[in-house]
């Protein structure tokens, strides 16, 4: 490998642009980027030239750093400890198994918001959190004990995009493994999100926890040298739109276009229009339209956000490495040949909304109550029993300022406050039936609303702070008051959940919620003042002053130079440098949680517990052979998504996994969340289906976790059937339409179905991270052939199917034997996508193929 010096310092950089020739300004710079890494994980550099040859090659790839989450996290963890311990019982070293990069694993999706409305409300959620957590919490303690190279942020430090963004991210850092080697960042995440981190020119994009785990023991993954999407931006945004509005129009643009497995790559001649944060509000939906990443090159306003958030080292160091390597944005780079461009011009973009169940469902936010509104909706009211006011359809429940997209851009929050300010200083009041929290990602935003006065009119209308966490964008909203939920359930109330998140899946924020609304946070804030989407919010007043005059949206809008003057003042670097130098004491309980760095002893617990996985690994790998006679657990249609396949929100007592727990001995008030839990492999197969709002084709006239029993006809619930085809040792397969398991990189929505006994899955499409967690769990991830769907087939549910496999595991037969004794064969394509997922699916998956590596060494 060729090496250069950096002008200006004293580091050293892999020469890939001496491997590639000139042929390198023509690569976009998200393919500069992938080079370079490619070049420093292969033989002589020898996968730069597949990168610049763009013909879709797998690549390797090697982060130089991990980021993770706990809920994500502590699956990866308890495989790498179990691991452990299996190694040690059959003779291996179990100190073999260990982190071989940097990992930081952040706290932030397991907070409820239980407590709201109310100025102790974040110390009282913080409180419970810790008190239905602590096993968790201890367990991640143990990790970190044991694991060197792992960094656990405690509970309240924020949510870990913002975080990322803020504070991890560096754009170009110091190699951990060669001195004086000066690496670009790139950092993968267990989180499907991760990309927010593009925005500061960093590669990173959410992959599983399994595929964290393969990277973990040292492995680099496998890419496949994607197309790239030029999205050129042009003009400049008006003062009445947030980076919101604009990250759901290019949701919406993209979405439809169809940009699975490729990178977006933003540029044009308006691309210096938007902040790193107002980037960072956009790269954060990634996932919401399928794409990689999306890749934001470094130009002044990188190195000034570097700047800005006190990593002044880092800002010197990038720009040096980023000029001298040919990864600096000049102006227009018209030399960069893009496989596709598609056109965004910011002056074009008015507010929107999205809903009612996908990020992507753009909706003007003059027409959002024509296109929210149910069919048949009326105003009809519903008096709340013990109360002084009714409730009603189309009633906000919940109005939520959350999540790292929205929260991690200042001009969004200080809009939100200002929004606030203007409400009470007209006296408007928040009606009684929306719950109202405010969760930012990160203490910096809590301190700047603070320090400039904003804070206090939030408080005013119920937007105390409540989180530092994902909170409601995760599912984690937490109870309504008791007289409204019993109202809604008794009523069948139809009101909606209004977010400034990324997520609004059927059946994520909260069961009682028809519909799930994403809006930027000012619109969060006019919503909750609304309390209805009944009303036309641009043309109707929000209520009324102390003169009984309207109040309009437009009253309220704050202008750009006074958002502009409170974020010049308020967000400044020595905040960020405070916040971040005292952020392992936020919790004092997790400062006090003790732990040892012994064997790790697995007590029986309803979060923890030995994954069934990986006790049942054999030493031998047996070869692949046909799966016969499965039958379908489910047969769905199209934009499944992983919050149907296994969900992270409430457990409600009459659930499956409710009931279990209640088994157990746990009170329903501790029952936690399906995230929570998804370290206890008895909760996770309860979890498979377990959407609220699932639709079952075998099951037409029901929506919920419903099943139908085969041969028998039996209709009953997802688990039981579970338990009834796994007492019969009965394989099971899904059936799918298309973008199967899009949403989150949550590995349970493949080791669930794996524990239910689902061998195969074959649908029309899949989502790139849900595809690659089947394969890591050794579930075989098949697609019809083009044109055929099953709609085509026919296909009822009353069938059972086999599937032979091509010797060299490039595609698959499906024969479909129906009940009248008619067999049709189709053939399928097996979505392997290079040799390393080859030899991973043969293997029986990611876990027994490195075990019986880990154990080969031991030998």
């Not at 040292?218 to 040298?225: A, D, K, R, S």
């Not at 040799?835 to 027994?848: H, I, K, M, N, S």
Request: proline fraction near 6%; aromatic fraction near 6%; glycine fraction near 8%.
């Amino acid at each position: 490998m060729r090496y250069h010096q950096i002008a200006q310092t004293n580091f050293r950089a892999a020469d890939y642009c001496g491997l590639l020739g000139g042929g390198f300004r023509s690569l976009p710079y998200s393919l500069r980027l992938l080079a370079e890494n490619a070049a420093r994980h292969s033989k002589d550099g020898a996968a730069a030239l597949d990168v610049l040859a763009r013909k879709g090659d797998a690549v390797p790839f090697r982060p130089a750093r991990l980021l993770l989450h706990d809920m994500l996290g502590i699956p990866a963890l308890i495989d790498i400890m179990a691991m452990r311990n299996l190694l040690e019982e059959q003779g291996g070293d179990p100190g073999t198994v260990d982190m071989s990069l940097p990992v930081d694993l952040v706290i932030d999706h397991s907070m409820s918001i239980n407590h709201w409305a109310d100025r102790f409300a974040l110390q009282k959620n913080m409180d419970r959190e810790f008190e239905v957590n602590r096993e968790r919490f201890a367990f991640l303690k143990a990790c970190e004990t044991r694991f060197p190279r792992l960094r656990v942020i405690p509970p309240g430090g924020g949510i870990c995009h913002q975080v990322n963004l803020e504070y991890l991210g560096q754009t170009v850092l110091p190699s951990q493994d060669e001195a004086d080697l000066l690496v670009p960042d790139a950092s993968l995440g267990t989180d499907s999100h991760t990309p927010m981190i593009n925005a500061l020119g960093v590669m990173g994009w959410g992959i599983g926890g399994l595929e964290a785990e393969a990277i973990l023991f040292g492995e680099t993954t496998p890419v496949n040298v994607p197309r790239v999407i030029g999205l050129e931006v042009s003009g400049a945004p008006s003062g009445d739109i947030t980076a919101t509005d604009i990250a759901l129009v290019v949701a919406e643009k993209l979405r439809a276009i169809g940009v699975v497995d490729t990178f977006v790559e933003l540029f044009g001649s308006g691309y210096r229009a938007l902040s790193v944060a107002d980037r960072a509000t956009i790269a954060n939906m990634a996932p919401e339209y399928g794409s990689t990443m999306v890749f934001c090159p470094v130009d002044e306003r990188t190195i000034g956000y570097l700047n800005d958030t006190g990593r002044n080292e880092s800002a010197a160091r990038s720009e040096a490495y980023c000029r001298a390597q040919n990864l600096w944005l000049e102006g227009v780079d018209s030399a960069v040949d893009y496989d596709e461009v598609v056109e965004l011009d910011l002056s074009k973009i008015g507010r929107s909304v999205s809903g009612p169940s996908r990020p992507e469902q753009r909706i003007d936010l003059s027409d959002a109550t024509e296109r929210l509104k149910l069919k048949d909706e009326t105003e009809r009211r519903v008096q709340v029993e013990g109360q002084a006011h009714d409730i009603g359809d189309g009633d906000v429940i919940i109005a939520a300022i959350t999540s790292c997209t929205n929260t991690a851009n200042p001009r969004n929050m200080v809009t939100a406050g200002l929004m606030a300010r203007n409400a009470v200083a007209k006296g408007l009041q928040v009606p009684p039936h929306v719950k109202t929290s405010l969760a930012p990602g990160s203490r910096v935003v809590a301190k700047y609303l603070q320090e400039s006065g904003l804070q206090s009119p939030l408080d005013s209308l119920g937007f105390e702070v409540a989180a530092f966490s994902c909170s409601t964008c995760n599912g984690m909203s937490g109870p309504l008051h008791p007289a409204h939920e019993a109202t809604i359930k008794a009523h069948d109330v139809q009101g909606i959940a209004v977010l400034s998140g990324n997520r609004n899946f059927a059946g994520r924020i909260h069961p009682l919620a028809s519909r799930n609304m994403i809006a930027s946070p000012p619109l969060v804030v006019a919503y909750a003042l609304m309390g209805t989407i009944l009303k036309d919010i641009t043309s109707e007043p929000l209520g009324s002053d102390q003169n009984g005059d309207p109040v309009m949206l437009t009253d309220l809008w704050p202008s750009v130079d006074e958002v502009t003057k409170i974020v010049e003042t308020f967000v400044t670097p020595d905040e960020f440098n405070k916040n971040y130098a005292a952020i392992n004491d936020v919790n004092a309980e997790w400062n006090a949680l003790e732990t040892d760095a012994g064997t790790y002893d697995w007590v029986p617990s309803t979060y923890v517990s030995f994954p069934p996985f990986v006790r049942e690994i054999e030493r031998e790998a047996s070869p692949v052979g046909p799966i016969t006679g499965l039958r379908p657990l489910v047969i769905l249609g199209d934009s499944v998504t992983t919050d149907h396949i296994s969900p992270s929100g409430i457990i409600t007592p009459e659930s499956e996994a409710g009931q279990f727990l209640q088994e157990k001995g746990v009170a329903p008030r501790d029952f936690n969340s399906f995230g929570t839990r998804r370290g206890s492999s008895d909760v996770v197969v309860r979890s498979t289906f377990a959407n609220y709002r699932l639709r079952n084709e075998m099951t037409p006239d029901k929506e919920g976790s419903w099943a139908r029993i085969e041969p028998e006809a039996e209709v009953t619930s997802v688990f039981k059937a579970i338990q009834t085809y796994l007492k019969r040792d009965q394989k099971l397969v899904v059936i799918g339409g298309r973008e199967y398991g899009c949403g989150s990189s949550r590995d349970t929505a493949a080791k669930a179905p794996w524990l239910a006994g689902v061998r195969a899955v074959i649908v029309e499409s899949f989502e790139r991270i849900h595809r690659s967690n089947l394969v890591n769990m050794g579930i075989a991830p098949l697609c019809f052939p083009e044109g055929v769907t099953r709609k085509t087939l026919g296909l009822d549910g009353s069938e059972t199917y086999d599937i032979a496999f091509n010797e060299d595991l490039t595609g698959a037969t499906l024969s479909i034997n129906r009940k009248d004794g008619i067999v049709e064969t189709t053939p399928l394509d097996l979505r392997l996508y290079n040799d390393g997922e080859r030899a991973t699916f043969a293997a029986g998956g990611l876990l027994p193929r490195a075990f019986r590596t880990f154990l080969a060494g031991a030998a």
